[in-house]
C-alpha cells in the first residue's frame, strides 16, 4: 500500500508534503506547521516544536501553537527526504521571483504558490480524496503517521527511538499502539537467536 500510494501521489500538489509526512511520522498539524527555521539541510535535521491549528470562532484563521504534549523533539531525516525538502526550497524561491511583491514569504516550509500556509483541512480532503480513487478501506492523513512508525518497528528500530521521533510522551505509548508489529518480530528474533547462539557454541 505504501509503495502505490507513493505512486498514487505522483504530481499531486501535496506529493511533497505527503512524502514527508509518510517519512517522517509528523502529525498532520506539525507537518503543515513546519517552519524553514526549524529545518537544517545541512544536518538533515528538523525541530518539531510547533503545530498548526485552527481558532475557534475565527473565520478559519490558524495559529501556531505548541506540539501535543508541548515538548519539541529533533530528528534526522532520511536523505530522500532531504532532497524533496530542497526541491520545495528551490520551488519557492522560483515563486518568490515570479510574483514579487505579491509574493507571501510566511517562512512556512509547505505553501502555496503564494508562499501562504496550507489548511490542514484542504491537506486532509486531498489525501481522502487520493486513498478513495486507490480503492483503499477507511483511511485517515493520521495513518501516515502509523505506517511510519510501523515501518520503524518491522525494521528492528529501538521502540525508544521510535517513541522520540513520533512525540509519545512515554515509551508505553508506542509498544501499546504498535502491539500488531511485535508478533512478527517475535518469529523473526527466535530465527536470529540460532544463528547467534549456535555461531558461539
Not at 2 to 15: D, R
Not at 68 to 77: D, E, P, Q
Not at 93 to 112: A, K, M, P, Q
Not at 142 to 162: E, K, M, W, Y
Amino acid at each position: 500500500q505504501i509503495t502505490a500510494f507513493l505512486k498514487a501521489i505522483k504530481g499531486n500538489k501535496y506529493e511533497d508534503l505527503f512524502t514527508v509526512t509518510l517519512f517522517t511520522g509528523m502529525r498532520e498539524g506539525e507537518v503543515c506547521g513546519l517552519l524553514w527555521d526549524c529545518v537544517d539541510l545541512t544536518k538533515g535535521t528538523i525541530r518539531i516544536d510547533k503545530q498548526l491549528q485552527l481558532e475557534r470562532n475565527s473565520g478559519g484563521n490558524h495559529r501556531l501553537l505548541p506540539t501535543k504534549n508541548s515538548k519539541g523533539r529533533s530528528i534526522t531525516l532520511a536523505p530522500s527526504v532531504v532532497s524533496v525538502l530542497q526541491k520545495v526550497k528551490r520551488t519557492q524561491l522560483e515563486n518568490r521571483l515570479r510574483y514579487g511583491e505579491d509574493y507571501v514569504g510566511s517562512g512556512f516550509v509547505f505553501t502555496d504558490e503564494l508562499g501562504q500556509y496550507l489548511k490542514p483541512q484542504a491537506v486532509r480532503r486531498a489525501f481522502k480524496q487520493i486513498v478513495v480513487k486507490m480503492g483503499l478501506p477507511e483511511t485517515r492523513f493520521h495513518d501516515l503517521r502509523h505506517s511510519n512508525a510501523t515501518a520503524l518497528i518491522q525494521a528492528g528500530v529501538n521502540p525508544r527511538v521510535v517513541q522520540q521521533r513520533l512525540g509519545h510522551a512515554d515509551v508505553n505509548i508506542t509498544l501499546s499502539t504498535y502491539t500488531h508489529v511485535l508478533p512478527e518480530m517475535d518469529v523473526e528474533a527466535a530465527a536470529k537467536l540460532d544463528s547467534i547462539m549456535l555461531k558461539k557454541a
